[in-house]
C-alpha cells in the first residue's frame, strides 16, 4: 500500500490556483473542455496503480480541488456543468471531486427543489461503482443537512431504504455517519437512529457497514443514548438486527474504555 503523503502548503495554494484559473476562464458551455483540463492536476501520475479505494490519488487533493473550484464558480449553474462534464468523464478521482461539489446543487427549500436534488442524488448514486464516489456524495449530503435540510433528506432516505439498489439504501446512513462523525445536528439522532432500524437487517454487506459507522459516529457524541438504542434492538425480531446490535454494543463499549 503507497504510504500516504500530506501536501505541503505549497503544493495545496498551488493546486488551489491552477484550478481556480480555469474554472474562473471558462464559461458554462466550456465546463467540458476545462474539465479535461483539471485532470492532470488531479491524478498527476496516470500510470500509478490505484489504492485500495481504487483512486490513483489521496483524499486532501481532491478536497482542495472540490472546495477550489466551488469558490471559483461565480453560481450555480456553472457550478453544476462543472460536476456534470466532471462526472462524465468517468474517472473515478474526478468523480469523487464531482461528488464533494454537489452540496450546493441541492437545495431543498421547496417541493420541486426536492424533487430535482432527490433526483440529481438519486442519478449520482446509481452511476457510482466505486465506494469512494458514493461516501463524497454522501459527505456532501451531509453539508447539505448542516444547512437545515436533515428533514427533507430524512424522507428521502426512508424512500430509499426499500429501493431494490444498495447503493442507494446505504447512502443514507453514510450522510448520516459524516453529519455525526463531524459533531453536527445532535438534535437529529432520532432521524438517524430510525433510519438505522429500518437497515440493520437489510441484507446488502455495504449497507450494514454503513449502518454500523452511522451508530458508531453517534456514539462518541451521544453514547448513552445509543446504547439505549442497542439494548432495545438486541431484542429485535429480526436475527441480523440483534446481530448487529450485539457487535455495536461490544464496540461502543470498547470505544468508551479506550476514551476514558
Known amino acids: 500500500m503507497r504510504e500516504k503523503k500530506k501536501m505541503t502548503r ?3 495554494d498551488g493546486l488551489r490556483e491552477a484550478v481556480r484559473a480555469i474554472v474562473r476562464e471558462a464559461g458554462p458551455e466550456g465546463a467540458e ?3 479535461r483540463g483539471l485532470v492532470p492536476l488531479l491524478v498527476p501520475d496516470p500510470a500509478a496503480s490505484p489504492a485500495r ?3 490513483r490519488t489521496t483524499r486532501e ?3 482542495e480541488a ?5 469558490r471559483a464558480a461565480e453560481n450555480p449553474e456553472k ?3 462543472f460536476v456534470e462534464a466532471l462526472a462524465a468523464t468517468d474517472l473515478p478521482e474526478t468523480r469523487v471531486v464531482a461528488a464533494l461539489c454537489l452540496a450546493p446543487l441541492l437545495p ?3 417541493e420541486e427543489k426536492e424533487g430535482r436534488a432527490w433526483e440529481t442524488v438519486r442519478a449520482f448514486v446509481a452511476a457510482s461503482p466505486l465506494l469512494a464516489v458514493r461516501e463524497a456524495a454522501a459527505d456532501s449530503l451531509a453539508r447539505a443537512m448542516e444547512q437545515g435540510a436533515v428533514d427533507s433528506w430524512s424522507r428521502a432516505f426512508d424512500a430509499w431504504s426499500s429501493d431494490p439498489d444498495p447503493r442507494l439504501r446505504a447512502i443514507g446512513p453514510a450522510a448520516f455517519a459524516s453529519l455525526f462523525g463531524r459533531g453536527k445536528a445532535p438534535e437529529k439522532l432520532f432521524e438517524g437512529l430510525r433510519l438505522a432500524r429500518r437497515l440493520a437487517d437489510d441484507a446488502d454487506a455495504e449497507v450494514r457497514r454503513q449502518v454500523g459507522a452511522l451508530l ?3 456514539g462518541r457524541k451521544q453514547g448513552p443514548a445509543v446504547a439505549r438504542f442497542l439494548s432495545r434492538l438486541q431484542e429485535d425480531e429480526r436475527e441480523g438486527a440483534r446481530k448487529l446490535a450485539a457487535e455495536m454494543s461490544k464496540r461502543l463499549s470498547s470505544q468508551s474504555v479506550t476514551s476514558d
Open 108 to 110: 431543498t427549500d421547496d
Open 10 to 12: 505549497e503544493e495545496r
Open 61 to 63: 487533493p481532491l478536497q
Open 216 to 218: 458508531a459516529a453517534a
Open 33 to 35: 473542455e476545462a474539465a
Open 79 to 81: 457550478l453544476r456543468a
Open 66 to 70: 472540490a472546495e477550489a473550484l466551488q
Open 53 to 55: 479505494s481504487g483512486l
